[in-house]
């Protein structure tokens, strides 16, 4: 059974930065499109972004695209999501998440998510 384990949450203050992580339990991890997601309070668990098993193709929500970048390293089987910019509306719990349909379809495999809160 594939494992995903999300880290890096943490406080930080409007306009700061943050480098989430998320790490494979198995080499399957490679064959699968990753996203990462975001579940703000009282709303549903939406993607922010998403990149193919080959990193040829990324997908960024309106939201965050020129703030966000996601990256994986398939040799070690990590993701990684680098937040800049940040805002208040960014906080939530983010979730990395495997799957075959790139960006927004169905995914397999769900970490249990690391909290993001953005607050002076």
């Known amino acids: 059974q594939l494992q995903l384990v999300e880290s890096g949450g943490d406080l930080v203050q409007p306009g700061g930065s943050l480098t989430l992580s998320c790490v494979g339990s198995a080499p399957a991890f490679t064959t699968y499109a990753l996203g990462w997601f975001r579940q703000a309070p009282g709303k549903d668990r939406d993607v922010v972004a998403a990149?193919?098993?080959?990193?040829?193709?990324?997908y960024y929500s309106d939201s965050v695209k020129g703030r966000f970048v996601i990256a994986r390293d398939n040799g070690r089987d990590t993701g990684t999501l680098h937040m800049t910019r940040l805002t208040p509306e960014d906080t939530g719990v983010y979730y990395c998440?495997?799957?075959?349909?790139?960006?927004?379809?169905?995914?397999?495999?769900w970490g249990r998510g690391t909290q993001v809160t953005v607050s002076s």
């Open positions: 990149i193919t098993w080959d990193s040829a193709r990324t």
């Open positions: 998440a495997l799957g075959r349909d790139f960006p927004s379809g169905h995914y397999n495999y």
